[in-house]
């Protein structure tokens, strides 16, 4: 069974820095698109950014360009986001999930997302 955790989450104080873990197991970590995506109060899901774990290849939602990177520990069957200048507006649950289409549609419609993890919240505030 295809299994992602979550975990990193916690209070940061405007402009600092966060760094989140996605553990993967019970599939082919390689084969697949992870993405992370958050949802802050009142507000809908939207995705964050994605790696394909197969070409290393990325995407950025425009409002994070610039100060998220994410990235795969492949040895650990990991995906990292890296967070820096974050913004009270970053406050959100972020969650990994991986695209079972393996095309990184997913990361547009997430119909196509499955194993979501619990969660874990980030809260950026002074």
């Known amino acids: 069974e295809a299994q992602l955790v979550e975990s990193g989450g916690g209070l940061v104080r405007p402009g600092g820095s966060l760094t989140l873990s996605c553990a993967a197991s019970?599939?082919?970590?390689?084969?697949?698109?992870i993405g992370w995506f958050r949802q802050a109060p009142g507000k809908e899901r939207e995705t964050v950014s994605c790696?394909?774990?197969?070409?290393?290849?990325?995407t950025y939602a425009d409002s994070v360009k610039g100060r998220f990177t994410i990235s795969s520990d492949h040895a650990k069957n990991t995906v990292y986001l890296q967070m820096s200048s974050l913004e009270p507006e970053d406050t959100a649950v972020y969650y990994c999930?991986?695209?079972?289409?393996?095309?990184?549609?997913?990361?547009?419609?997430?119909?196509?997302?499955?194993?979501w993890g619990q969660g874990t919240l980030v809260t950026v505030s002074s």
């Open positions: 019970g599939f082919t970590f390689d084969d697949y698109v």
């Open positions: 999930a991986r695209d079972f289409s393996r095309t990184g549609y997913g990361c547009y419609d997430h119909n196509a997302l499955d194993a």
């Open positions: 790696i394909n774990n197969n070409d290393e290849t990325t």
